[in-house]
């Protein structure tokens, strides 16, 4: 029977995970297996794999075949590591506590660098909250009933504060309104005076035309009265003339 190490996916629908199991290679994707090696979470970064590293060697010393994924899973484990030293054991380049010895050793290497990534990671999401944000999102787990109080007690002063500086900036912007109210006043008072002075202005500009207009009628007046008194006389003289030429005549 052909034995493969192979995943079984689990999980709901753009969220998988996977069993890593040792099945028959005839069998379908997630029917039986023969025994389950441990689990594999590609979505958390990095991957996080749980796995049973002793019974992961001993399926391949018995000639289990790993599809390409689980390949990688075991090298990065380092199964294949420590079967690659269990051959120099077998060959007598070193002792079985030699080999024990070097494999936990470079298990322990690993370990401490995939938990310094792990680290980063977490870093590198706070600064992105923070850059979101403004602030890195923090859990709040109270405790007990004095923990909920000081809690409580903290919420209302940071509101307090918030109400009053919110107050201090209405008080601001209202003086900035009055002081703006101001001066549109003073610009209005200096606006009617100088309307005043050019209505006096004015004023007196139009009694000094009607006065130089009267006089100059005045003239006029006097200047046709003469020369109807002139032509009355003329005329009387006339007529004058012409009745005593007429009484010569008779």
Known sequence: MAVKIRLSRKGRK?????????????SPRDGKF???LG???????PATIEIDRNAAFDWLVKGAQPTDTVKAILRFKGVFYKKHLMRGVTKG???IEQADAQWQKWIDDKENKVESRRQQSKSDLESFRIKVSGEAKVKVVIADEETKEAAHAFMVNDATDSVAKVHEEIVEQVADVADVKEEI????????EVADDVKEETVAEVEDVVVEAVKDAEEVKDDIVETTEEVIEDVVSDVSDNVEEKSTEE
């Open 14 to 26: 753009k969220a998988p995970f996977y069993h890593i199991v040792v099945a028959d290679s005839r």
């Open 34 to 36: 023969i025994e389950k």
């Open 39 to 45: 689990t594999y979470n590609p979505m958390t970064k």
């Open 93 to 95: 380049a070193m002792t």
């Open 185 to 192: 006043l003073e610009t209005v008072t200096k606006a009617e």
